[in-house]
């Protein structure tokens, strides 16, 4: 059983980089074979894939996302981290991480194991 819980600020200003960190437990680590992945659904608006990570540490990113997108794993600590710099109001939205079989998300596949999401908004 994989169990993920996100963790990090529900509030930025402008400008900000956003740092949400992703733990994983439940006698799964992440080095097993799933993807990692960092997944976003802002207000009104469907699933978006932002990037992930495969079990030996190669990581993807969204093309749209690439250039503001960071995302890197603590093997000792189990945790996989998003960094998303310079956030705007439109990066207001509910962030999940999940492990998947697929790499690029864009539904919830009852094989694949989600955190329960964390909700960040952006305001000045």
């Known amino acids: 059983q994989v169990q993920l819980q996100e963790s990090g600020p529900g509030l930025l200003k402008p400008s900000q980089t956003l740092s949400l960190t992703c733990t994983v437990s439940?006698?799964?680590?992440?080095?097993?074979?799933?993807?990692w992945n960092w997944i976003r659904q802002p207000p009104g608006k469907g699933l978006e894939w932002m990037g992930g990570?495969?079990?030996?540490?190669?990581?993807f990113y969204d093309p749209s996302l690439k250039s503001r997108t960071s995302i890197s794993r603590d093997t000792s600590k189990n945790q996989f981290t998003l960094h998303l710099r310079s956030v705007t109001p439109e990066d207001t939205a509910v962030y999940y991480c999940?492990?998947?079989?697929?790499?690029?998300?864009?539904?919830?596949?009852?094989?694949?194991?989600w955190g329960q999401g964390t909700q960040v908004t952006v305001s000045s």
């Open positions: 999940a492990a998947t079989k697929e790499l690029v998300v864009q539904t919830r596949d009852p094989l694949d194991y």
């Open positions: 439940g006698g799964s680590t992440i080095s097993d074979i799933y993807y």
């Open positions: 990570m495969t079990s030996g540490g190669s990581i």
